[in-house]
Nanobody, 115 residues
């Protein structure tokens, strides 16, 4: 069965850092474009960043220069390094895998940034 399991969330002070991990199983990981989304209460889920099978990356303007997505195909894991965190980064962060018309979501991990 397909599983995407996020980890690494938590409570951090503004200006701090966190690294999220998403471990995938049940998919051909190297054939999937991977994304991180986030959703804060009362807000629409937004795309934070993505990394293609070829390693190309894209970032939302709000996180450019602060967040870095990477993948380790040998470990079937995608990471999100988050630096210089701001209170507005507070959200549930979701891992998403996409291969053609098929996609899967993780359960999410809470990131809370205090001021």
């Amino acid at each position: 069965q397909v599983q995407l399991v996020e980890s690494g969330g938590g409570l951090v002070q503004a200006g701090g850092s966190l690294r999220l991990s998403c471990a995938a199983s049940g998919i051909i990981f190297s054939s999937n474009t991977m994304h991180w989304f986030r959703q804060a209460p009362g807000r629409q889920r937004e795309l934070v960043t993505s990394i293609t099978t070829g390693g190309s990356t894209n970032y939302a303007d709000s996180v450019k220069g602060r967040f870095t997505i990477s993948r380790d195909n040998a470990k079937n894991t995608v990471y999100l390094q988050m630096n210089s965190l701001k209170p507005e980064d507070t959200a549930v962060y979701y891992c998403h895998a996409q291969r053609g018309p098929i996609d899967y979501w993780g359960q999410g991990t809470q990131v809370t940034v205090s001021s």
